[in-house]
């Protein structure tokens, strides 16, 4: 396997990635809505709970695909080793396995209120955690890029990392506090419900920031498929 092929393959992973992630954030947000409506709210939240913790595989796997191909483009040796947000990107895949299994557990019946709003405190958690990793993957690719060959698409990605790092983290914080008090008994359904449709739209945004973030430093005239290192 060439080093073309390996380039291409991880930059289409992640920039697939991005686009099923934003997909999930909009199906866990039309569920969550759904739900707010009345038709069968513990039901929807424990769908809305899988999907969303599918998304944070999604997401973690193909964050993990670019930083894999900025890695292997720039020398294992040069790259820096702090601009990996390695933590958050291991919470958002323990996590989301966590979330799957809590989401498959309320759906059997089994104290649905209580498991869909502890999986929002960890969904709300592992957004905190994983905030910077979509800025410190724009940092870490442009150290490779010239300043002065920057294009407008790439400046306009870095402000999208830069936005998508603070919507992580306010609305991973706002999902925490309304977990916690859901948990605590107040009106469960609509907290957990309000906080995977937050969560949702979070997810949206994040995964067309990923994929933006990607196709943004494919230069004018190479395919996705040809873009080469270097």
Same mark, same amino acid.
């Given at each position: ?34 739900? $707010?409506?009345? %038709? ?31 890695? %292997? ?33 309320? $759906? ?95 997810? $949206? ?11 943004? %430093? ?13």
């Amino acid at each position: 396997m060439n080093a073309v092929s390996v380039e291409s393959g991880s930059a289409e992973t992640a920039a697939y990635g991005g686009l099923i992630d934003a997909i999930g954030g909009i199906a866990a947000g039309v569920l969550a809505i759904i739900g $707010l409506t009345g %038709f069968d709210p513990e039901g929807m939240a424990g769908i809305a709970t899988i999907v969303l913790g599918a998304a944070f595989l999604v997401q973690a796997a193909a964050i993990l695909s670019e930083y894999a191909h900025v890695l %292997f483009q720039a020398g294992a040796v040069s790259a820096p080793s702090d601009g990996v947000a390695g933590d958050g990107l291991a919470a958002m895949f323990l996590v989301g396995a966590g979330g799957i299994v809590l989401g498959v557990l309320a $759906l059997l019946g089994i104290a649905a209120a209580v498991l869909t709003a502890v999986a929002v405190i960890a969904y709300g958690s592992a957004l905190v955690l994983s905030s910077s990793s979509m800025r410190a993957l724009y940092q870490l690719r442009g150290q490779h890029t010239l300043v002065a060959s920057r294009n407008g698409h790439e400046l306009l990605a870095g402000q999208m990392a830069s936005g998508s790092a603070g919507i992580q983290l306010l609305s991973g914080l706002a999902a925490v506090v309304l977990g916690i008090l859901a948990v605590a008994g107040h009106l469960p359904r609509v907290l957990t419900l309000a906080a995977l449709l937050v969560m949702g739209v979070t997810v $949206l945004l994040s995964g067309s920031a990923l994929s933006g973030l990607v196709l943004s %430093f494919v230069r004018p005239g190479q395919s996705l498929r040809a873009r080469r290192t270097g």
